[in-house]
């Protein structure tokens, strides 16, 4: 990338509000100030932390990111979803490199306060050290478990969650301040969501906005979904399953991936894969007793050929161990290419229209593909909802006061963590 830091930033901000990711003038204001070089030091050259992209800054034994410094453009939507103003008091779960924290430590002023917890020791102390260095060492920067919050410094007017959680803590909702705001990237049957909730009468919250993202999941006492399972040879593909204490067996599931596949047509055309998105979301709520399957890869034989899509998104029958297993997942029903030009804002790509596909893998994956093709049909005739048409309510399971969850109503969809209901609700599109 041409010229300095300077530059750079400023060229980023101006794409990124351009995208409509930026709307509001004291977020534009932050990204404009706050120099993101300084908490990526290990970029070369500088300018290339201003790449609208995320960057991977930690990773586990296995070479699984473990902490990454998240996307602007989906900071951006994050912070425009809190809404946060002068003098209030912030907390954020998982500090990563310190950015994030200094763009609230911006929006919020001297009058305001940042609180952000970090569960990595040598992570929470670069953060410091980052800080520092671009004139935010006013934040507060813990070393603990966000599962926990940090209740010395409660109540907050705004949470943020930058890491992917699959329930809401009780501790958040006990720390957030009455007419409180959280965003979070939440795991919905294994896709996560990005959305924030406010509070709505008594306990329960009500979603304002949402839309799909990828987040490294969150570690600690709250982590929530199963692990990611190695399939196949390695390097090579790693599966992670929505079904909770029902592990999935890895030979089984590499036979049936590495096996034989049936395409089936839709006959649904979409304007992208951000649209292939939409309708893999609605689709997978709308079969819930499938398990849902995220199968990630690096170099392994079946990257760019029979996955050609990774992540991949799948729904899978169950039980994850039976010889019997069918798999099955949308993409385009004809390879696209990458070109010069077309790689968009926070991960989305512009193929332009296509056909949509469902591919089955495994021995019931013909009979699951023609099903989930069907859906995909249903899904058209519906309006094509999205996730920014969803609504989300949160009712508390446990805690002091829990109020009374009430009963779904029909073509709702309901999520039942340890600790919230969830309840989903498309509006009917007009």
């Not at 300077?6 to 100030?33: H, I």
């Not at 050290?129 to 409660?154: K, M, Q, R, S, W």
């Not at 570690?219 to 990611?228: I, L």
């Not at 399957?293 to 079946?302: A, E, V």
Request: with cysteine.
């Amino acid at each position: 990338m041409a010229g300095g830091p300077d530059e750079a930033r400023t060229r980023l901000v101006d794409e990124l509000r351009a995208s409509g990711r930026l709307t509001s003038a004291p977020v534009e204001a932050a990204f404009r100030a706050v120099p993101r070089h300084v908490f990526l030091p290990e970029l070369d050259p500088v300018s290339q932390a201003y790449q609208d992209e995320a960057f991977v800054i930690k990773t586990d034994e296995g070479g699984l990111p473990v902490s990454s410094s998240s996307q602007p453009a989906i900071m951006a939507i994050m912070l425009e979803q809190l809404g946060m103003s002068a003098g209030q008091r912030v907390l954020e779960i998982g500090t990563g490199t310190g950015y994030n924290a200094a763009l609230m430590s911006r929006l919020v002023g001297p009058g305001g306060s940042v609180v952000t917890v970090d569960i990595d020791p040598d992570l929470a102390d670069r953060a410091r050290a980052h800080l520092t260095a671009a004139g935010y060492p006013d934040v507060t920067v813990i070393c603990g478990d966000g599962g926990f919050g940090a209740p010395e410094f409660a109540p907050y007017d705004r949470i943020i969650v930058t890491a992917g959680a699959s329930d809401l803590a009780p501790e958040w909702l006990a720390q957030l301040a009455p007419g409180g705001r959280i965003a979070l990237p939440l795991s919905l049957r294994g896709i996560q969501l990005c959305i924030a909730l406010e509070r709505s009468g008594g306990l329960c919250l009500r979603s304002l906005a949402s839309c799909r993202c990828g987040f490294i999941r969150m570690a600690g006492c709250y982590v929530g979904a199963e692990p990611y399972m190695p399939v196949g040879p390695q390097p090579g593909l790693h599966v992670q399953t929505d079904q909770i204490g029902q592990p999935a067996d890895a030979d089984v599931l590499w036979a049936a991936l590495s096996g034989p596949v049936t395409d089936v047509l839709t006959g649904v055309r979409v304007a992208g894969l951000a649209e292939l998105g939409e309708a893999d979301l609605w689709v997978t709520f709308m079969e819930p007793r499938l398990a849902r399957l995220t199968i990630i890869g690096g170099t392994g034989p079946l990257r760019g050929s029979v996955l050609p899509l990774l992540p991949f998104g799948a729904l899978a029958t169950a039980p994850l161990a039976a010889a019997g297993l069918g798999v099955a997942g949308l993409l385009p029903a004809a390879p696209l290419e990458l070109s010069a030009g077309q790689h968009g804002q926070h991960g989305e790509h512009r193929f332009g229209e296509f056909e949509l596909a469902v591919r089955g893998f495994g021995p019931w994956g013909a009979l699951l593909a023609e099903r989930l093709a069907g859906r995909v049909a249903a899904w058209r005739s519906s309006g094509r909802p999205r996730a920014a048409d969803l609504v989300v309510t949160a009712y508390p399971r446990t805690g002091a006061d829990v109020p009374q969850v009430p009963e779904s109503e029909p073509g709702d969809v309901v999520v039942d963590r340890p600790h919230t209901r969830l309840v989903l609700t498309w509006p009917p599109i007009p």
